[in-house]
């Protein structure tokens, strides 16, 4: 069975950095896109930050400059280092991925259970 677990998360005052780490277990063939989301209460949830299998990034305009994605393919794990942070930056970050399993090799996406993020002014 597959599964993302996110960890990192936690308070810090603005200004501040933290970084969070989505770690994909199972039985995984292959890892393509995953991508970081938050949703603030009573908000949508919105992509903060996506990375392709080949390292390619793309970032909401909210983060750029200020939050950095990462994977390293080898431990089927992905980072978001978030610098400067802001309280509108608060909310519950998602992890989520497209991977494929060796139990029949059908491409899936997956979320993780979340991981709050508190910024204190």
């Known amino acids: ?3 993302l677990v996110e960890s990192g998360g936690g308070l810090v005052q603005a200004g501040g950095s933290l970084r969070l780490s989505c770690a994909a277990s199972g039985t995984i063939f292959g890892l ?3 991508g970081w989301y938050r949703q603030a209460p009573g908000k949508q949830r919105d992509l903060v930050a996506e990375i392709e299998a080949d390292g390619t990034t793309n970032y909401s ?4 400059g200020r ?3 990462s994977r390293d393919n080898a431990k089927n794990t992905m980072y978001l280092q978030m610098n400067s ?3 509108d930056d608060t909310a519950v ?3 989520n991925a497209d991977i494929m ?3 029949d090799y059908v491409l899936r996406n997956y979320w993780g259970q979340g991981t709050q993020v508190t910024v204190s002014s």
Do not use: E
């Open 85 to 87: 942070l802001r309280p």
């Open 67 to 69: 939050f950095t994605i």
């Open 32 to 34: 393509n896109a995953m």
């Open 101 to 103: 399993a060796y139990m």
């Open 61 to 64: 305009d909210y983060v750029k």
């Open 1 to 3: 069975q597959v599964q």
């Open 93 to 95: 970050y998602y992890c």
